[in-house]
């Protein structure tokens, strides 16, 4: 099946939700043959180099309207051209987006859930709380860059937030999956998503597969970034690491 071709979107609106993150509101033409239902799957914002090259940069939905989708960007010091164009983004720019893509949703039946990322993301695990059955219990573990860029989530009562501050994600791998470590395991089968930085995604799926045993089947760990790498040797990366550890 061929990929739809890309969508051209308007600048609506920005929002800084917390210091480090930033709402982008897109509307416009795009929206007339953009898919419904589509908050939590991911889309490519895409760009040209200054020599002409077009590239492109993964995020993902977070909310969705009849007339607009949000996008949630982390910006940091060092900010790829994403995090530059959204902070320079001012209403009536446009730019075109590629997508959607699927989702991943964790599975509803599961006996218990458990789900750990960092700032990027805080869009999807954002996603799958609100979809989380009213009698799930469990954990949530999201890093974030500072205690001001804690933001208030939807989620089932029996859902435990854990916040914790990383200042430099991925030159310290370990503070998200040290603090997933430190969780109690619970009872019953449980349903994992996990997606952050490359090297904490590989100590964190370590832990899910070859200690806790986790079913590939109620498993889903992805790195959304490596440090010092773009998006596309990110990606290769990622292959390398797919074919090493089966």
């Given at each position: 099946?061929?990929?739809?071709?890309?969508?051209?979107?308007?600048?609506?609106?920005?929002?800084?939700?917390?210091?480090?993150?930033?709402?982008?509101?897109?509307?416009?033409?795009?929206?007339?043959?953009?898919?419904?239902?589509?908050?939590?799957?991911?889309?490519?914002?895409?760009?040209?180099?200054?020599?002409?090259?077009?590239?492109?940069?993964?995020?993902?939905?977070?909310?969705?309207?009849?007339?607009?989708?949000?996008?949630?960007?982390?910006?940091?010091?060092?900010?790829?051209?994403a995090a530059q164009?959204?902070?320079?983004?001012?209403?009536?720019?446009?730019?075109?987006?590629?997508?959607?893509?699927?989702?991943?949703?964790?599975?509803?039946?599961?006996?218990?859930?458990?789900?750990?990322?960092?700032?990027?993301?805080?869009?999807?695990?954002?996603?799958?709380?609100?979809?989380?059955?009213?009698?799930?219990?469990?954990?949530?573990?999201?890093?974030?860059?500072?205690?001001?860029?804690?933001?208030?989530?939807?989620?089932?009562?029996?859902?435990?937030?854990?916040?914790?501050?990383?200042?430099?994600?991925?030159?310290?791998?370990?503070?998200?999956?040290?603090?997933?470590?430190?969780?109690d395991w619970e009872?019953?089968?449980?349903?994992?998503?996990?997606?952050?930085?490359?090297?904490?995604?590989?100590?964190?799926?370590?832990?899910?597969?070859?200690?806790?045993?986790?079913?590939?089947?109620?498993?889903?760990?992805?790195?959304?970034?490596?440090?010092?790498?773009?998006?596309?040797?990110?990606?290769?990366a990622k292959r390398?690491?797919?074919?090493?550890?089966?």
């Amino acid at each position: 099946m061929s990929r739809p071709a890309p969508r051209r979107f308007t600048v609506l609106d920005k929002t800084l939700i917390t210091p480090h993150m930033l709402r982008v509101t897109l509307g416009g033409e795009g929206m007339a043959t953009f898919p419904d239902d589509q908050a939590g799957t991911y889309i490519k914002l895409m760009f040209t180099r200054d020599d002409g090259t077009p590239f492109m940069r993964t995020y993902t939905v977070r909310a969705q309207r009849i007339d607009a989708i949000d996008v949630d960007v982390v910006l940091h010091e060092d900010g790829g051209p994403a995090a530059q164009w959204a902070e320079r983004a001012a209403p009536g720019d446009i730019i075109e987006i590629g997508g959607p893509g699927p989702r991943k949703r964790v599975d509803a039946s599961a006996d218990w859930f458990l789900l750990a990322g960092d700032m990027t993301a805080l869009p999807a695990i954002s996603d799958n709380l609100e979809h989380l059955p009213a009698h799930a219990r469990g954990h949530a573990v999201i890093e974030v860059l500072s205690e001001a860029d804690i933001q208030p989530l939807a989620a089932p009562e029996g859902i435990e937030l854990h916040w914790v501050i990383n200042e430099h994600p991925g030159d310290d791998s370990d503070v998200l999956p040290d603090t997933v470590r430190a969780i109690d395991w619970e009872d019953g089968r449980p349903a994992v998503w996990a997606a952050c930085e490359f090297s904490a995604m590989r100590k964190l799926r370590h832990y899910f597969k070859a200690e806790r045993e986790v079913a590939k089947g109620d498993l889903y760990v992805s790195s959304y970034w490596k440090l010092g790498l773009n998006e596309e040797r990110h990606k290769s990366a990622k292959r390398e690491d797919a074919e090493q550890s089966g």
